[in-house]
């Protein structure tokens, strides 16, 4: 007799989107069962040793913001952290941590372990179930029926994934693990359309055989500054290891070139797309022929371990190929390979099947998140959990799903360019896609989304108190910087020549000096008599708000703009025939993504800004 349980919600996968969807669904009251092919890939750093960086560690802070994990987890095993672009303005500092591959998934698999209502199970999911279009269970491939309300797909790159470098082909997930291979036949079954998609890792090195004398040593902040906003700062000042720069070269890239026959992506061996921002060194050196080379960051795997990852250095070249061009790298003439590089090919889902809640339009309760919706990352991942495992819940308690859009996170932005774009490649999350990115900021991320994340669930009473005791303290701080005065006497004038800054004519306040480029709220407090006490992020946050101020009132014009068309709503019963006037493809287009509002619909490639004039007549017409 084949094993039966009941639960409320089934999450099939337990890299980064499933930890953080089974964790937001058990933390929000459902008895929740998360699936993996191997308890010891829960969490699991496949590729890269790091979380954050450009863009993700903005991911990475909204996670931590509606309550999810990831940012505690890094906080807890990094082993060197950075905040990126500090040169540049606000909008773009992000955080990236390098963490200790075996701490991070370690502890991640503690918390799961330990969160009431949610169990791990190491078993393969076969088959989705269904009961007249709803979701009712999944079976195991041993079996095992798991009835549930609700299912979500996080698998990852585990579905019917091959390993491949040069002529070798392995049938098995990354890091030799366990392949789901069942899984795909019974979503092409439920009429899911699934893409082929391809990633790929570098080798990892033994340290003992790198000569870092040729190499540039890269170290960390001296002040570190944590992913989570729950975390004190003062408990992760610590001692950190170094990472390590060197470069490609002419002989390197020689190599490269004269074996690009025995490459599986140029022989048709791999039929994947990957991904356009994280190229093989083999495509690096056939797009970009003109440069004679490449970065490389030597970076630790982690603590107690002599592995290193050779950041930049992804390919699918075979082994004696990997071996010639890694030892024409300065540093690496000796070095000894632990693990070989190889690129990896899978099934995921085409996203324009979800709607922005990441439910699938056609099936009630099935829910997808992660690398099985065509992104890449693990930031990207997990944000899209979160969203889930709420989403989850909240269906289940006849609640309206969640759904930030893209005036709010960051989080907005990446589902919604999922679900609302033709993706032909992996998606990876940038500065450069999110419009309002100088009010999407990684410092502001609490200020954002922490009183969402406490209306869900997630977020319990004392950290939201000290959230609205926070937006308190900064506007009560920027009130009376705009209301204090201060004039040309001998101090003020004394202060401003030191700085370099213009000498004052009449009376100003000191919001207008912190305006200035070379003064900023901390330097001005030599010169501000009545000055309270606040601790770093709430000094940070009135430096911004006045600094950028003329900016920030400007994008949030266009974000009034913006939300005028999200909140024109398109009925989900709409006949697009029916539209007169409306161009053959958009209709063909609105059909496919069944836009929730006009803003939405904007934003599909091929509904031109005639056709959304079309929309809003027939729509106005029709109240």
């Known amino acids: 007799m084949n094993v039966r349980e009941n639960c409320d919600v089934v999450v099939i996968g337990a890299g980064h989107a499933g930890c953080e969807a089974a964790l937001a669904s058990a933390r929000l009251g459902m008895k929740t069962v998360i699936f993996t092919v191997s308890v010891d890939s829960i969490a699991l750093m496949p590729c890269n040793p790091n979380i954050g960086g450009s863009s993700k560690g903005h991911l990475v802070r909204e996670i931590d913001a509606l309550g999810g994990e990831m940012g505690k987890n890094i906080d807890k095993t990094f082993i060197q952290s950075k905040m990126l672009n500090e040169s540049k303005g606000p909008a773009v500092h992000s955080l990236r941590a390098q963490a200790d591959k075996q701490s991070y998934t370690r502890?991640?698999?503690?918390?799961?372990?330990?969160?009431?209502?949610?169990?791990?199970?190491?078993?393969?999911?076969?088959?989705?179930?269904?009961?007249?279009?709803?979701?009712?269970?999944?079976?195991?491939?041993?079996?095992?029926?798991?009835?549930?309300?609700?299912?979500?797909?996080?698998?990852?790159?585990?579905?019917?994934?091959?390993?491949?470098?040069?002529?070798?082909?392995?049938?098995?997930g990354p890091n030799g693990l366990q392949a789901a291979n069942h899984l795909s036949d019974s979503l092409r079954n439920l009429g899911v359309e699934l893409l082929r998609f391809k990633t790929g890792t570098p080798a990892r090195?033994?340290?003992?055989?790198?000569?870092?004398?040729?190499?540039?040593?890269?170290?960390?902040?001296?002040?570190?500054?944590?992913?989570?906003?729950?975390?004190?700062?003062?408990?992760?000042q610590k001692e950190q290891v170094s990472c390590w720069l060197t470069y490609t070269n002419e002989k390197t890239h020689e190599i490269i070139r004269n074996n690009l026959d025995r490459s599986p992506l140029f022989s048709g061996a791999i039929e994947g797309t990957g991904p356009r921002y994280c190229p093989?060194?083999?495509?690096?050196?056939?797009?970009?022929?003109?440069?004679?080379?490449?970065?490389?960051?030597?970076?630790?795997?982690?603590?107690?371990t002599n592995e290193m990852y050779l950041g930049g250095m992804s390919s699918s070249l075979p082994e004696d190929v990997q071996y010639a061009m890694i030892h024409t790298v300065p540093g690496l003439e000796h070095?000894?390979?632990?693990?070989?590089?190889?690129?990896?090919?899978?099934?995921?889902?085409?996203?324009?099947?979800?709607?922005?809640?990441?439910?699938?339009k056609k099936i009630s309760g099935f829910f997808s998140a992660g690398q099985a919706n065509g992104s890449s990352g693990y930031e990207e991942a997990a944000a899209q959990g979160i969203i889930a495992g709420i989403?989850?819940?909240?269906?289940?308690?006849?609640?309206?799903?969640?759904?930030?859009?893209?005036?709010?996170?960051?989080?907005?932005?990446?589902?919604?360019?999922l679900v609302t774009k033709e993706n032909h490649e992996p998606y990876r999350m940038m500065t450069s896609r999110a419009e309002y990115r100088l009010l999407l900021r990684q410092d502001n991320a609490d200020l954002r989304l922490t009183e969402i994340g406490y209306k869900v669930g997630l977020i319990d009473e004392d950290r939201y108190q000290h959230l609205m005791d926070k937006k308190k303290n900064i506007d009560m701080e920027v009130e009376r910087l705009n209301k204090t005065c201060v004039g040309g006497n001998e101090k003020v004038q004394s202060f401003l020549e030191k700085h370099n800054s213009t000498l004052l004519k009449s009376g100003m306040t000191l919001a207008e000096l912190i305006k200035r480029p070379e003064l900023d709220y901390w330097k001005v407090a030599e010169i501000d008599e009545n000055r309270p006490e606040y601790d770093y992020e709430v000094c940070e946050q009135v430096n911004i708000s006045i600094k950028y101020e003329g900016y920030i009132k400007r994008q949030m014009t266009q974000v009034s703009h913006f939300r005028k068309l999200e909140n024109k709503k398109i009925p989900a019963d709409i006949c697009c025939e029916d539209v007169n006037s409306l161009r053959r493809e958009a209709i063909q287009k609105l059909n496919l993504y069944?836009?929730?509002?006009?803003?939405?619909?904007?934003?599909?490639?091929?509904?031109?800004?005639?056709?959304?004039?079309?929309l809003l007549i027939y729509l106005e017409k029709n109240n």
């Not at 093989?280 to 107690?304: M, T």
């Open 391 to 417: 989403n989850a819940a909240r269906k289940i308690k006849g609640l309206e799903p969640l759904i930030l859009d893209r005036s709010q996170a960051y989080i907005g932005v990446l589902i919604d360019d």
């Open 205 to 236: 090195v033994d340290g003992r055989s790198i000569d870092y004398s040729k190499m540039e040593e890269q170290f960390g902040d001296k002040r570190v500054v944590p992913f989570s906003f729950t975390t004190d700062p003062e408990s992760i």
């Open 335 to 360: 070095a000894e390979i632990v693990r070989n590089a190889y690129a990896i090919e899978y099934d995921c889902i085409n996203p324009n099947q979800l709607d922005s809640s990441l439910e699938f």
């Open 107 to 172: 502890e991640m698999r503690r918390i799961l372990e330990n969160t009431p209502g949610l169990s791990i199970k190491q078993a393969e999911v076969s088959e989705i179930l269904l009961d007249d279009g709803k979701i009712s269970g999944i079976k195991t491939y041993s079996g095992a029926e798991y009835s549930c309300k609700a299912v979500i797909l996080c698998s990852g790159t585990y579905l019917k994934s091959r390993c491949i470098y040069g002529d070798v082909s392995n049938p098995t």
């Open 280 to 304: 093989s060194i083999e495509d690096k050196v056939v797009k970009f022929a003109d440069k004679n080379r490449h970065q490389l960051f030597i970076e630790p795997e982690g603590n107690y």
């Open 594 to 614: 069944r836009p929730l509002s006009i803003g939405q619909a904007s934003r599909i490639s091929g509904v031109s800004p005639a056709d959304i004039s079309v």
